[in-house]
């Protein structure tokens, strides 16, 4: 009787931590392909979105706009997760670099469980120190 609830806790871990790696992947490729109609997918309706010099609250459609812009002008090449981790209020973080034909972008974003799965709630695409 004492291992089914245990069993049940630790099942919902193991598909939330699913949920989570799922949406990660979807952003990055979505950055990878350079495709803000897939990336704001995965937004919360009002998200933080940093642009290069551009930054504030914006709904999903203004950010696929903006985003889309970004796009056409840094055409992806790859994108890789370097690090991760939760910040002290739950939330899972991302940070990663993105490599476009014009140059190199840190990007970190921020997952935010929303009822039964995570949503991105803050997306930073800044100028790279790194690049080449």
Known sequence: MNRIPVLLVGMMLVFGLRAQDAVKD???QAMKTGSPKELVAQFIPN???TVKE???VYSRAQAEQIL???FNENQPVDMVIEHKGESKFGDKYYIGILRTRTGYFRVTFFLKRTEDTYQVKQLRIENSKNDL
């Open 47 to 49: 998200i933080d979105l």
């Open 68 to 70: 889309r812009k970004f």
């Open 26 to 28: 979807q952003v990055v």
């Open 54 to 56: 551009v930054s504030d």
